[in-house]
């Protein structure tokens, strides 16, 4: 495991998931377009993400188990493939059906890259780096967003549908090149962790993997704390902002770069807390979905059009709920042995995609019922009818936030049947401070000098 390679494959990697991200989020920027374009209601395009969220959930399992047989390598590039192939057929389609075949080629790809990518981190890095290095494979892919809401608007905008569709084509390929030539499974002399063959085999490990309560806590934390995010910059951000809050598409364009910069920023400091107290990263993810649900209700609840401060600590809110569900993959890693990794990791991951399908359905769906009502007075994205609409999130966080407390109470019966208590947050708080308070007691002024 020498550093530098190590870097090397992981940055291999995490180019195929920044590529990955662009393609997933290049719709949620096309909304109005694609409204004219297919001359499609709320519902119609809403579908477009929903079917998408649905192919790319719905392959988080079997992908997890042909990772663990076939490797990272083959699975990122055939996810690039895919998503390239995807691409070029959303940018000559102009019927729903053609444009939805593109959307459902896109999420093939995409549910085959990210779970690849993580799965390569505890194989090529030490175990004391891999929460840093998973937090940092999350932060750093997310830039794929600003590719998608900085020079793919700018040729949408520019040169057309077509031509926007046909770049990120284009970088799919890229991304399968480089995947190819210079992207390994294991450090050179490791021997791969061999899944378990046979159909049969198949079953009993993914059987296991859901069995361990540590697997489900970490589906529910992604479940909880990750969809809102995914909501707002693949579908419904941008259409709120412009059309609802009535901002111009240079100061959109500059949240959606404070949305990515705002996940960057936090990623480490999550990463380090979490290696730092393993123990409380359920109290985290908690901590999260409590801060997401107050932004959403400033928001919504304040009188006509937010002040732009007031939804820019709405993106930064969502933003945190990126990297705080990346601790769903540590549960996975660290309830489960390496041989399954990929399998649990898959299970997370469904968790997050499928509230956000659940949640991009339900909006279209309330929008589109507000305007055939007349509530929305002839206007389909108008504030109002978003303000409802968007409500529904508060649904998905409590009942998220309820199934991972249920778990969580299971893991720590577990743990303490193996001899690891979890001492109340208060008291470790309190104990946390006598210790800092003993240390600063024993560094008197001499020895500090003497350092």
């Known amino acids: 495991m020498t550093a530098p390679r190590a870097w090397l494959i992981w940055t291999i990697g995490i180019f195929g998931y920044l590529v990955a991200v662009s393609q997933r989020t290049s719709f949620g920027v096309v909304g109005l377009e694609a409204t004219e374009r297919f001359n499609a209601s709320a519902s119609a395009i809403s579908f477009f993400t929903v079917l998408q969220l649905l192919v790319y959930a719905g392959l988080q399992i079997p992908v997890g188990l042909l990772v663990d047989r076939f490797g990272s390598r083959a699975m990122i590039a055939g996810g690039a493939i895919l998503m390239g192939l995807g691409q070029l057929q959303l940018a000559f389609a102009d019927s729903i059906p053609g444009g939805i075949l593109g959307r459902v080629l896109v999420g093939a790809g995409d549910a085959m890259t990210f ?11 030490a175990p004391a780096r891999v929460p840093l290095v998973t937090q940092l494979t999350g932060m750093t892919g997310q830039l794929g967003q600003l590719v998608s809401v900085i020079p793919f608007a700018f040729v949408l905008h520019a040169a057309g ?14 991304a399968a090149v480089l995947v190819v030539l210079l992207l390994k499974d294991v450090p050179p002399g490791t021997e791969r962790p061999q899944s378990h063959q046979g159909l049969k085999a198949t079953g009993v490990s993914l059987a296991r993997a859901w069995r361990q309560p540590g697997t489900r806590l970490g589906m529910w934390s992604h479940f909880t704390i990750q969809f809102s995010g995914t909501v707002f910059a693949m579908t419904w951000g941008y259409p709120f902002l412009i059309s609802g809050q009535g901002l111009d598409a240079g100061t959109v364009a500059a949240l959606m770069g404070l949305y990515v910069a705002a996940g960057m920023a936090v990623g480490p400091f999550i990463g380090r807390f979490v290696s730092r107290h393993p123990l409380r990263r359920s109290t985290m993810v908690l901590l999260i979905a409590g801060v997401t649900a107050a932004a959403w209700a400033a928001v919504i609840l304040t009188p006509g059009r937010a002040p732009l401060w007031l939804l820019a600590g709405l993106v930064v809110a969502l933003a945190i709920g990126g990297p705080g569900s990346m601790i769903g993959f540590d549960f996975a890693r660290t309830f489960n042995p390496a041989h399954r990794i990929g ?13 956000a399908l659940i949640a991009i359905f339900l909006i279209g769906l309330v929008l589109d019922v507000l305007y055939a ?18 409500s529904v999130q ?34 470790a708080l309190a104990r946390q401070r006598r210790e800092n308070l003993a240390r600063r007691r024993q560094t008197s002024p001499t020895d500090r000098e003497s350092d």
Do not use: E, H
Not at 115 to 125: G, K, T
Not at 164 to 172: E, K, Q, W
């Open 115 to 125: 779970i690849s990518v993580i799965r390569l981190i505890p194989l090529w890095f």
């Open 161 to 174: 549908w077509t031509p926007a569709f046909l770049m990120l084509a284009g970088m799919s390929a890229v």
């Open 343 to 355: 399998t649990a990791t898959g299970i997370v991951n469904v968790g997050g995609f499928i509230a």
């Open 373 to 390: 009502s007349g509530f929305s007075n002839g206007n389909l994205y108008g504030l109002d009818p978003f303000r409802i609409a968007l």
């Open 394 to 427: 508060f649904l998905l966080l409590g009942s998220g936030a309820a199934a991972l407390v249920v778990c969580r109470r299971k893991v720590r019966r577990q743990m303490a049947a193996q001899g690891v208590v979890v001492p109340p947050l208060r008291a």
